[in-house]
């Protein structure tokens, strides 16, 4: 049976290759800039001309990172970080943006991770939820004992909102990994958060 193309369907198929297309040209863009971004990082001018290989400069910027973190790992060397780190957070001007960019990082992949105690969060309504994570469990120091500091992250954009919010308005995430449940609150709901086998029930769940 042949099958016949008409208006309708034609433009069906055409989003259906968009659908199937789009994020594979969106993630492999997204690679290619990185990639490209960090290759060229290493000044071109150092290496020779008959040397110089695409990607080489991508090679060198991630083995001279994980130097870094290797000789930052040794004591002496980690002392000598260490005075440097003090001097920048010292520096009038540079320490709002060196401390920012620090607390950012330690935040999301340090040893001080803060992104990763999913919670559900009711904010404007008793029944209207949020995803969010507990950033900090004490706010005493502000005069507002009872409460918590959660951040919520908003869809589709590298933002977000912090929200101060008493014990009694969180909900913890026990069941789902906080990886899965910034992937779930960044897509807009859209995709589906994978259960742990392990999972402790949502109403025995305490902050």
């Known amino acids: 049976m042949k099958r016949r193309f008409t208006a309708g369907g034609i433009v069906k198929h055409f989003f259906q290759g968009l659908l199937v297309l789009a994020p594979i040209t969106i993630t492999l863009f997204a690679l290619y800039w990185i990639f490209n971004t960090i290759d060229n990082l290493f000044p071109k001018e150092l290496v020779p001309a008959a040397y110089r290989i695409k990607g080489l400069g991508f090679v060198i910027v991630i083995l001279f990172i994980i130097l870094i973190g290797y000789l930052s790992s040794s004591f002496i060397i980690g002392r000598i970080f260490d005075l440097f780190d ?30 990763d105690h999913p919670v559900l969060v009711s904010i404007y309504s008793p029944d209207v939820w949020e995803i969010g994570f507990i950033t900090q469990t004490d706010m005493h120091l502000v005069g507002l004992p009872d409460m918590v500091a959660v951040y919520v992250p908003q869809s589709y954009a590298v933002a977000g909102k912090l929200y101060v919010v008493h014990r009694t308005r969180i909900r913890p995430l026990n069941q789902v990994s906080a990886g899965e449940a910034m992937k779930f609150a960044v897509s807009g709901g859209v995709v589906n958060m994978a259960i742990s086998e392990n999972a402790e029930p949502l109403a025995n769940s305490r902050v």
């Open 86 to 115: 003090r001097l920048l957070e010292k520096t009038p001007f540079i320490r709002y943006i060196y401390t920012s960019v620090k607390d950012l990082f330690d935040a999301v992949v340090g040893e001080k991770r803060k992104f």
